[in-house]
């Protein structure tokens, strides 16, 4: 049902031993980009220290750009004089710390596109006769498309070499010296080239603004932070664009440090690390990038369903505070009602403590705490957080790795026992998808690394909520009530054969042998408890319109040790009645005795699948029918096992008071107690009646 669903199309179901599973979910736990948000990045600001350009200057800027590439070839013209005059001056040795000097706004815009355009690892390539743009993640491709709409275009990349067209439409042709990808500890992606006609060689470097602080000049920190955090107020993802010349001289002794680093048999990726991290200081800030990524398609309605089913949602995100607060308030994680409790910068045991204690006594407020402070936290109050954490509507964990992610799944698993589900898009939420009791990818931007390693992917988030509401709830229902109708099946058998045993002086003989009891098991019985699994006791509508359904599922009272005693209770009754009453009524016929007590077998349990359905549906109809004439048409040829000579019209009757009285009291008492005692889902579908009325 789920694989085949139009209304979530190309949903697949990865574990068929899950559905059942996907109706007790209590905490929803999900990545923000992609997955709460299209990952379709769209170019809104650019943020240089001295002046803000937005999306509507797209046209001015591009003319400056223009202006700055017909005047100078290739980028930091201005920059490489200046240092080489102050070479000049100080007999070819430059300062340890390099001086900050005023450059033109103009050729910093120049440089800013440059980077956009220089510093990825975006392939571009041909099909079909159109460009198209191959990267680990679409933030790379956005950047690159920025840069593009200002006539800065990339042409072609490979492992050694990269080559762009430049505003003037002069192609401009780069050397790959060295490239450190993007990584969810380092946070930051750099790219060392040279411009192969003036020979310049240039370190770019981007990243977070928590990473990139401590690289850029200090004078220059504190416009960053305040920048990046007005941006991330309005719902912008900020990326922090910085550059570096460096001489032949710097390039060459860092270089022979880069190759012993490499030659390293122990520690080699420490070793890498630490002499790219001295690289990395005093990096020449450009600018900051803020793009916009709009929310999936019916995220609020499907956040807001979810936690009408008791759905607990927590959002676990890399992308820093100010951000994932606007999208949890856009996409209504947190209602106009609820209020909103930081945790950011802790890391002070106590103090944690303190706050975590504050937090407790509030009330409906949603907690949002950063990676720094989550990471103390569960270092040294792990079970404290979770308790306290647990309580609130909604928790949301800013700048959090993959780990982290992981790490907090298993510990709701853990310290409330209750069920989880993980979805997310990318590669960095595969841990959180596999470490949670259901796994859902959806197939995004990112691939379907994701995907591929869940237990049911989809398309978009909004199937979430037909996954769980309908489809979870459903199977749930209908698993609960096969499963132990086969059990019941099974024991009225054996009350049978008990009663069997002790009338007839306890001697070893079954009292259905051979054909009886495979016909018993299959034809008889097999299609009318199969049809079980088509009845449904509300509709797809309700179910997704009434939430409070599903949360009514959440306690497992449908398969339970109460039910499983109900139905034993049913096993024995139905077993008694149609055993002694055989004996009784036919109290002449010991002989006939298999003839009796299988007939009424048969009927009485044709009756009870009637008892299980919500509505009444054609193929059960069919089945119910087509198995009654079934037995009446096989049991001709079963001449050593049944006396068909036997079955008159004196024979039906007393036949079908046996099966009444074996089957309509429980049937009764199941309406009265419907009635008097209705069950949480028949109260909702009550209520809702009578509103419909």
């Known amino acids: 049902k789920i694989n085949t669903d139009d209304a979530i199309k190309d949903t697949v179901a990865r574990n068929s031993t899950l559905p059942e599973e996907l109706r007790r979910m209590q905490y929803l736990l999900t990545d923000k980009t992609g997955t709460l948000t299209q990952n379709d990045m769209i170019f809104t600001k650019l943020s240089l220290e001295s002046v803000q350009y937005s999306y509507e200057n797209t046209s001015e800027m591009a003319r400056i750009v223009k202006k700055q590439c017909d005047k100078t070839s290739g980028p930091m013209k201005d920059v490489e004089d200046r240092i080489k005059a102050d070479l000049a001056a100080n007999n070819g040795v430059l300062p340890k710390r390099r001086k900050m000097f005023r450059r033109d706004k103009e050729m910093i815009l120049r440089d800013m596109i440059t980077a956009l355009c220089l510093c990825h690892n975006v392939t571009p390539i041909i099909e079909e006769g159109e460009k198209i743009y191959q990267a680990s993640s679409p933030d790379e491709v956005a950047l690159v498309k920025i840069a593009e709409s200002m006539e800065m275009k990339l042409l072609e990349r490979d492992q050694t070499s990269m080559s762009i067209q430049n505003a003037s439409g002069k192609v401009e042709k780069y050397a790959i010296l060295a490239n450190f990808p993007f990584s969810s500890e380092t946070k930051r992606m750099g790219i060392i080239l040279r411009h192969e006609e003036t020979k310049r060689t240039i370190f770019y470097l981007k990243g977070a603004d928590a990473i990139m602080k401590n690289r850029v000049p200090e004078v220059q920190r504190g416009f960053l932070l305040d920048e990046c955090e007005n941006l991330a107020r309005e719902g912008l993802r900020t990326l922090v664009i910085t550059q570096k010349y460096l001489s032949e001289k710097e390039y060459s002794d860092w270089a022979k440090l880069y190759e012993e680093a490499n030659a390293e048999l122990r520690g080699r990726e420490a070793a890498v690390r630490k002499v790219v991290d001295q690289l990395e200081n005093d990096m020449e800030f450009l600018g900051i990038t803020g793009v916009e990524d709009k929310l999936q398609e019916e995220v609020c309605p499907t956040l807001e369903s979810l936690r009408n089913a008791g759905i607990n949602v927590w959002m676990l995100t890399g992308d820093k505070i100010e951000t994932a607060t606007c999208i949890a308030i856009s996409a209504g994680l947190k209602s106009q009602q609820q209020s909103m409790y930081f945790m950011k910068d802790l890391v002070d045991p106590l103090t944690i403590q303190n706050e975590l204690t504050e937090f407790n006594t509030r009330m409906n407020c949603v907690l949002i705490i950063d990676g720094e402070t989550l990471k103390h936290a569960l270092k040294h ?7 306290v954490a647990c309580k609130a509507p909604a928790v949301v964990c800013c700048r959090c790795s993959p780990t982290q992610k992981a790490q907090v799944t298993e510990c709701i698993k853990l310290y409330t026992g209750k069920k989880t589900l993980s979805i997310g898009d990318g590669g960095n939420d595969v841990g959180m998808i596999q470490a949670a009791d259901v796994g859902v990818g959806i197939v995004g931007k990112e691939g379907k690394q994701a995907a591929l390693a869940a237990d049911f992917s989809i398309m978009q988030f909004r199937y979430i909520n037909r996954l769980l509401l309908w489809h979870g709830r459903l199977a749930y229902k209908r698993s609960a009530v096969m499963s132990q109708f086969v059990i019941h099946r099974g024991f009225v058998i054996s009350v049978i054969q008990f009663l069997f045993t002790c009338l007839f002086y306890f001697v070893a003989l079954p009292i259905y042998n051979g054909w009886l009891m495979l016909g018993y098991t299959t034809v008889y019985t097999m299609f009318p408890v199969f049809c079980l699994i088509f009845d449904q006791d509300v509709d797809v509508a309700s179910a997704l319109k009434y939430p409070p359904l599903y949360k009514t599922l959440q306690k497992g009272r449908e398969l339970s040790l109460k039910t ?62 087509g198995t009654f004439f079934a037995y009446l048409f096989t049991i001709t040829a079963m001449n050593e096992y049944i006396n068909v000579r036997y079955i008159t019209w004196e024979f039906w009757p007393k036949i079908i008071f046996i099966t009444l009285l074996s089957w309509l009291p429980l049937h009764i008492m199941k309406l009265l107690i419907r009635r008097w005692d209705p069950s949480e889902h028949e109260k909702i579908m009550k209520r809702v009646r009578s509103r419909r009325l």
């Open 381 to 387: 109050h792990q079970k404290m957080f979770f308790n």
């Open 564 to 625: 499983f005693c109900i139905w034993v209770w049913k096993s024995i009754y139905q077993g008694l009645i149609i055993m002694v009453l055989g004996m009784w009524i036919f109290d002449s016929s010991f002989l006939n005795i298999v003839t009796i007590t299988f007939t009424s077998l048969i009927l009485a349990e044709l009756l009870n699948t009637y008892s299980e359905i919500s509505t009444l549906n054609v193929a059960m109809l069919v089945s119910q029918v």
